[in-house]
């Protein structure tokens, strides 16, 4: 899991920082593999400017109460692929995440009910193929709308905080790996009622109880039972890169170790923005990532006993490599996004017509996120640096999402033959590019 909430905001690593010591913590000896650095992407604007955009209307559709699942929540054709403002760069982009995807696409079990793995197979194959790649997603796909199609997208990126891989001075919060007494149990073993779901736990006597929460772990609950891969500087940052995922520990010789989830504690996540602005804490202007965490630093008592509210925890492994994503592949700024697999199949291309020139587009669905529940959410990757910071802390995006399947699967999931979809204006499309 890499998406988890609207983008964090972390401030730099210090330029002028202390030589560092030889490796400890607990467990032993830590191996440190330095990150890896490549060029980003670069096939959107990610600066943090708002550039508008003029989003394509869904289509009126009436969902029905309580739909957990897309196929639940009914389909319905949207434009035609061609029609789409997806450009050169995006095509490319989008189409070597989707290749990477397919083995993961074909073995899973799409929890939204509207695929079934020998439905990608064609799609899959081709991808592999040289050729044009917007002719590629105009061939092999037809977009749908889920639901009412209304989409809200956020942004997340690969943060950067200070962290050495000993306790000293001025790094005192622990970054814990998986517990070894952390339980995770299919409950649809036990009753087909139950299948789907997971639980999270830890045993004590005979029972299997809920796993420690946030300020327990705080407190010391963890203490021998989890190891510790690094020590951070700042519980701010921390609390706020378990939010994203993964992320990079600047360590003091200037290195950098990369980390990303591992589990999570089976608590309920609470997004601590939205119980800011419940209680008036945020001025005006203020509602962003950049503004929370200026906040939280700023009332450190009340702004520790305000993160204990979130009792989700995360916990951390290292990463030998670029960040992966809920499917076990490697997630790319500005191409990956996490969505909900009852409603986007993950490995599954979308695409977004939103308020904002930068997120609308063509993304690949790699990734979920702890916040990123129900039909047309989506939180959209940005990758690594201060642009990736910029664009994803401030990103809150609405307008349609259109869900790219096989061409087929419409009809295959409609009783009867769906009815054309109206020409579609894309006068105003962000990141348009002329056609031929």
């Known amino acids: 899991m890499l998406g988890a909430c609207s983008g964090a905001i972390v401030p730099p690593a210090p330029s002028s920082i202390p030589a560092a010591r030889p490796p400890g913590g607990a467990g032993g000896k830590t191996t440190h593999h330095p990150v890896r650095d490549t060029a980003p992407v670069n096939i959107r604007q990610a600066d943090g400017r708002i550039v508008a955009a003029l989003p394509i209307a869904p289509q009126p559709v009436v969902v029905p109460a309580g739909a957990a699942t897309a196929q639940q929540a009914g389909i319905v054709a949207g434009p035609p692929v061609a029609a789409l403002p997806i450009t050169d760069a995006q095509a490319v982009a989008a189409r070597t995440a989707f290749a990477l995807s397919c083995p993961g696409l074909m073995r899973r079990t799409d929890g939204s009910g509207l695929t079934r793995g020998t439905d990608w197979q064609g799609a899959c194959a081709a991808a592999r193929q040289p050729g044009d790649a917007r002719t590629f997603f105009a061939t092999w796909f037809e977009a749908v709308q889920i639901g009412d199609g209304k989409a809200f997208a956020t942004g997340y990126y690969e943060p950067e905080i200070r962290g050495s891989l000993d306790q000293r001075p001025g790094y005192a919060v622990p970054v814990y790996g998986r517990p070894t007494d952390l339980v995770d149990v299919d409950l649809g073993q036990f009753s087909t009622d139950l299948k789907g779901k997971r639980a999270r736990g830890r045993v004590e006597g005979k029972a299997l109880v809920p796993y420690f929460d946030r300020t327990q772990i705080e407190q010391g609950a963890l203490a021998g039972r989890a190891p510790i891969i690094a020590w951070a500087a700042d519980p701010v940052e921390i609390f706020f890169l378990q939010i994203q995922g993964s992320g990079r520990l600047r360590l003091p010789d200037g290195s950098a170790l990369r980390i990303g989830y591992d589990t999570q504690n089976g608590r309920d996540y609470t997004g601590i923005g939205s119980l800011m602005r419940q209680r008036n804490l945020l001025q005006p202007g203020q509602a962003s990532m950049q503004g929370i965490v200026a906040w939280l630093h700023a009332n450190p008592e009340q702004g520790a006993a305000l993160m204990r509210e979130n009792k989700s925890f995360v916990f951390f492994r290292e990463l030998d490599g670029p960040p992966q994503g809920a499917m076990g592949y490697a997630v790319t700024g500005q191409v990956s996004a996490a969505a909900d ?27 979920t996120g702890g916040a990123i529940k129900g039909a047309n959410r989506i939180d959209t990757f940005w990758g690594a640096g201060a642009g990736a910071e910029a664009t994803a802390g401030g990103m809150a995006a609405r307008g349609t ?17 769906p009815v054309a979809a109206p020409p579609v204006s894309i006068a105003g499309a962000a990141g348009a590019s002329p056609r031929p």
């Open 401 to 417: 999402a259109f869900l790219l399947l096989p061409i087929g699967t419409l009809a295959r999931l409609t009783p009867v033959a």
């Open 341 to 367: 697999p009852k409603f986007v199949p993950l490995g599954a291309p979308l695409f977004l017509s939103v308020d904002r020139a930068d997120a609308t587009g063509l993304w690949v669905a790699q990734d």
